[in-house]
């Protein structure tokens, strides 16, 4: 790292602070915070963009954020403590933003089962974030007998009623991003990587049927530019044939006006001792090592408590039948990263409900994170003051010592440890 001010490699010769000279790692571990939330933010209000929905109150943050980390802006650790929470306050108008965005676009969500399998003909599959990607694509294949594919967090997209109407949007193939090499190597039609969470193909695979779109690129791999897919849907009818295979289908689609709908009988349910406890289980997923931990936190859960999911750490148990009680299904996948939202509409709802606060709730949050929106929706979280939760599988690499020992007093941030030990001390409280 170079030290812009004594302009010599910081912690050398001459420089013996951290980063920039005047800084601690605690200043710079929470300016490294707020770049990943911001981010995050950058990703959503992407999305809205394309949409149409601006928000300026976004735009200026954007901007006095990203100034507050330039050098010798400010060593005043409180300032940049209020300024990571309001990234989170910025992160929930972000997501409202694109929620009202996708929703106006695309109607409102409602739950879906969703088929794993495949069907008969030249397919794409889809990848990454981006509906309106996936509606423009929807839109050209109609009729050509081109099968379209979602993968990892395009499996929400099966709820959206403008979505939902071309028939052959045929179900949701693979899991998560980190699955990338392994399924596109064995999926034998085209592929389509929107926005990120994209990997670079093994060699001699999949990179000569590889299609990126927007912000994504990966060398080697054919550019579609202005929403223009013939060139991927030609190359898709000269591919080889999927085959019919049926799988086993999956729920989506319960986005927070859905699950509302069934407040009443989720309020009765827990007054009468049916329901005990809400997990909130989801988040990033990844190749690391100790990510089992939210399969088996899942299959560890009461069969009395419900369990919300989102983002693509739903894949690690979504496809485990959960059954339900009293009609109420037990796993409800509230949609993608973004879709965080619905959950804390869901959460202010109940709370309100029972005239308290969320912490007030019989609800833990139990978070893996990885990337940069995770940040922003952990962000938003200790804005809105949540207790208790839980992430892992291991402590955020960008979180000084201090920072996180300061995030644990304030807010009761915990490490997961392991599900069964974890698990009891949550059913204790």
């Known amino acids: 790292m170079f030290c812009y001010q004594c302009?010599?490699?910081?912690?050398?010769?001459?420089?013996?602070?951290?980063?920039?000279?005047?800084?601690?790692?605690?200043?710079?571990?929470?300016?490294?915070?707020?770049?990943?939330?911001?981010?995050?933010?950058?990703?959503?209000?992407?999305?809205?963009?394309?949409?149409?929905?601006?928000?300026?109150?976004?735009?200026?943050?954007?901007?006095?954020?990203?100034?507050?980390?330039?050098?010798?802006?400010?060593?005043?650790?409180?300032?940049?403590?209020?300024?990571?929470?309001?990234?989170?306050?910025?992160?929930?108008?972000?997501?409202?933003?694109l929620d009202k965005a996708h929703t106006r676009r695309f109607g409102i969500p409602v739950?879906?089962?969703?088929?794993?399998?495949?069907?008969?003909?030249?397919?794409?599959?889809?990848t990454g974030h981006d509906l309106l990607d996936l509606y423009e694509l929807l839109k050209q294949t109609e009729g050509t007998g081109v099968n379209v594919y979602t993968h990892g967090e395009m499996l929400p997209a099966h709820g959206y009623p403008e979505l939902k109407k071309f028939k052959h949007l045929a179900g949701n193939y693979g899991g998560a991003w980190q699955e990338q090499k392994k399924e596109f190597k064995e999926f034998p039609g085209a592929i389509l990587a929107t926005t990120n969470c994209v990997l670079i193909p093994p060699e001699n695979t999949y990179l000569d049927r590889l299609f990126t779109i927007s912000i994504t690129g990966v060398p080697g791999s054919k550019r579609v530019e202005g929403r223009d897919f013939s060139e991927l849907i030609k190359k898709a009818k000269s591919l080889p044939e999927l085959k019919e295979a049926p799988g086993k289908k999956i729920m989506t689609g319960f986005h927070h006006t859905a699950v509302l709908g069934l407040a009443d009988k989720i309020i009765s349910a827990v007054k009468s001792g049916k329901i005990k406890h809400f997990f909130l289980i989801g988040g990033c997923d990844g190749a690391k090592a100790g990510r089992n931990y939210y399969t088996e936190l899942a299959e560890m859960v009461p069969k009395d408590c419900v369990i919300l999911t989102l983002a693509c750490g739903k894949y690690r148990f979504n496809k485990l039948d959960f059954g339900d009680i009293d009609g109420i299904p037990r796993l409800i996948d509230v949609g993608q990263c973004n879709n965080a939202y619905s959950a804390i509409k869901i959460a202010e709802a109940l709370a309100g409900a029972f005239k308290t606060d969320v912490n007030g709730l019989p609800l833990t949050l139990v978070l893996s994170w990885f990337e940069q929106k995770a940040v922003a929706i952990?962000?938003?979280?200790?804005?809105?003051?949540?207790?208790?939760?839980?992430?892992?599988?291991?402590?955020?690499?960008?979180?000084?010592?201090?920072?996180?020992?300061?995030?644990?007093?304030?807010?009761?941030?915990?490490?997961?440890?392991n599900p069964k030990d974890d698990l009891e001390k949550i059913l204790k409280k």
């Open 7 to 97: 302009e010599q490699t910081a912690g050398g010769t001459g420089c013996t602070r951290v980063g920039v000279c005047g800084k601690n790692e605690d200043i710079q571990s929470l300016q490294d915070t707020l770049l990943f939330g911001l981010k995050g933010i950058a990703a959503y209000a992407y999305h809205a963009r394309e949409l149409g929905a601006i928000d300026t109150e976004v735009d200026a943050f954007m901007h006095e954020a990203l100034f507050k980390t330039v050098t010798n802006v400010s060593f005043d650790i409180n300032q940049y403590i209020e300024l990571v929470l309001k990234c989170g306050y910025i992160n929930i108008k972000v997501m409202e933003l």
């Open 111 to 126: 739950p879906t089962a969703v088929e794993t399998g495949t069907r008969k003909g030249p397919g794409i599959i889809i």
């Open 378 to 417: 952990l962000l938003s979280l200790l804005y809105l003051n949540v207790k208790g939760m839980y992430i892992g599988p291991t402590p955020p690499a960008f979180l000084s010592k201090n920072v996180f020992s300061l995030l644990q007093k304030k807010f009761d941030l915990r490490l997961v440890t």
